[in-house]
């Protein structure tokens, strides 16, 4: 997977179980080990957990599956829930 950095702000971030998070706000680099460490994500979708007090999150660049026009994640069911079905 290769990609340039600038390319990934404002993508759309979902899991790989189709759960949409956010968007990518900003990229964290570990620049002793010379990688991307995580994404910082905002404009969170309040479905998918409490995120109280906090404007965004940060995911840990590993468990990014692909980036394309999206970018997928593992989907981790402690962290990325399901949005409640409507009845």
Known sequence: MRT??????????????AVYIGSV????????????????????????GEVKGYAGMQIPFRIVKSI??????RHIPGIFRSPAKED
Do not use: C, H, W
């Open 4 to 17: 340039q950095i600038t390319e990934m702000f404002g993508l759309r971030v979902y899991t790989d179980r």
């Open 25 to 48: 706000d900003d990229v964290v680099l570990d620049v002793d080990q010379k990688k991307i460490d995580s994404l910082a994500v905002g404009e969170l979708n309040p479905e998918i």
């Open 68 to 73: 394309g026009d999206i970018v997928i994640v």
